[in-house]
């Protein structure tokens, strides 16, 4: 069963940078599209970027220059790098692991969806 863990979220000043981790169960990262989306109370979650396991990539164009989406197969580990963060990137991050990628990163259909993290917040302050 697939598993992912996120982590690194936290409080930071606008312009800081963070780097977010999703550690996932064994071969998870080599066998599906992984994915980074944020959510806020009221709105749909949105996706932030998504990296396929023949390393294709998408991004947010809110994040484009900003964040950026890597794997490490040996800590069957993806990362979001995050720079020059701004107080509308404040949100609940959810890792998830996909069987299609979107790239338009939009919602995510139930058939496509393997598993969802339970998310790490980050909160960018003024």
């Known amino acids: 069963q697939v598993q992912l863990m996120e982590s690194g979220g936290g409080s930071v000043q606008s312009g800081g940078s963070l780097r977010l981790s999703c550690v996932a169960s064994?071969?998870?990262?080599?066998?599906?599209?992984m994915g980074w989306y944020r959510q806020v109370p009221g709105k749909e979650r949105e996706g932030v970027a998504v990296s396929d396991k023949d390393k294709s990539f998408a991004y947010a164009n809110s994040v484009k220059g900003r964040f950026d989406i890597s794997r490490d197969n040996h800590k069957n580990t993806v990362y979001l790098e995050m720079n020059n963060l701004k107080p509308e990137d404040t949100a609940m991050y959810y890792c998830?692991?996909?069987?299609?990628?979107?790239?338009?990163?939009?919602?995510?259909?139930?058939?496509?969806?393997?598993?969802w993290g339970q998310g790490t917040p980050v909160n960018v302050s003024s």
């Open positions: 064994k071969d998870t990262i080599e066998k599906f599209c």
């Open positions: 998830a692991a996909i069987r299609l990628c979107p790239y338009g990163l939009g919602y995510i259909r139930p058939t496509d969806l393997v598993a």
